[in-house]
């Protein structure tokens, strides 16, 4: 398995997962000339591409897929109450995939096992991937843990985790009050110290590669968040990779 980001934060979101011949992009929030020179970056064809997962419904997640789905016939797999927020721009798409927010199920050879959290859109999800032998947690886009949330990311081998601010630089940044407040809810983001406590919760026995994700250019830093992450994991902050939102990270291999 092998997994990389076409860029992570709230301009654009993309990350391809491999197994063998099966490729899927999750989430493709960036328009499709710049998705195509992303993908370029990675050595990955856009043509190549067997699905799109779709999280939610949120512009910076979902606004190229429907575009490039259509430019490259690319199957889109998406939660009902996504498709029912966001269904007008799929019309006219090959094939549509709608699952429940607790199915799992197969695409090619890359086993899908997404997961609902707590966030402001319809039925949002992230996502455990896996070959059967690795898996890959994903989670990006959520205001606050579960337990669920935990029992679905203990004991996977990779993890790409959401560290979107530092509650510092949010409280004293310019933003506006309601914005903060949405960012900081139950339903917002995560900040560093509670994707830290997150990762604490965790079984990471059989963890190989950490990536902070989703960070905002505003309201926090690499540092701040690696500096969280590793004291959650006692190791050193070079260990913790980041997705930025310009170049995202290079393939890590399983």
Known sequence: MRFASLGSGSEGNGLVVEVGDTRILIDCGFRVRDTV??????GVAPDSITAILVTHEHADH????????RRFRVPVWLTFGTL????????????ICGFDSHDTFAIGMI???PFPVPHDAREPVQFVVGDGAHRLGILTDIGTTTRYVEASLSGCDALVLECNHDLGMLEDGDYPWPLKQRIASRLGHLHNEAAAA???ALDTSRLKHLVAAHLSQQNNTPDKARAALANALHCATDWIGIADQRDGFAGRSM
């Open 62 to 69: 979902i606004g190229g897929v429907a575009s490039f789905a």
């Open 37 to 42: 020179t992303r993908l370029g970056r990675l």
């Open 111 to 113: 086993e899908v096992r």
């Open 198 to 200: 997150l990762l604490a």
């Open 84 to 95: 029912e927020m966001a269904g007008e721009r799929f019309m006219r798409l090959p094939k």
